[in-house]
Nanobody
Framework: QVQLVESGGGLVEAGGSLRLSCAAS????????MGWYRQAPGKQRELVAS???????RYADSVKGRFTISRDNAKNTVSLQMNSLKPEDTGVYYC??????????????WGQGTQVTVSS
């Protein structure tokens, strides 16, 4: 089993920045992909960004150029730097990890979620 604990999130004005962090513990050796999904009210959960153990990154088109994912394999952490935030970025952000790819659901492991609210 893998446990994921998120930190960060909160309320920010449009154009502002936030940083999310996630620490993994447990059977870390089994994990390949780590990253973030988000879910807005009334919408499906969507992939925001992911990074494989080997460094391959993937971003949703809507966040390219604004969000940056980073991963520290030695510390078992993944972070998401979010810049130029827009109201449509509002939602619950979930740290996620998968033994293979988290490109699509289902994903093996989830954090508890952290709220990000961007005011206009």
């Amino acid at each position: 089993q893998v446990q994921l604990v998120e930190s960060g999130g909160g309320l920010v004005e449009a154009g502002g920045s936030l940083r999310l962090s996630c620490a993994a513990s447990g059977s870390i050796f089994s994990i390949n992909d780590m990253g973030w999904y988000r879910q807005a009210p009334g919408k499906q959960r969507e992939l925001v960004a992911s990074k494989s153990r080997g460094g391959t990154t993937r971003y949703a088109d809507s966040v390219k150029g604004r969000f940056t994912i980073s991963r520290d394999n030695a510390k078992n952490t993944v972070s998401l730097q979010m810049n130029s935030l827009k109201p449509e970025d509002t939602g619950v952000y979930y740290c996620a990890a998968d033994r293979a790819s988290m490109r699509s659901l289902p994903v093996d492991y989830w954090g508890q979620g952290t709220q990000v609210t961007v005011s206009s």
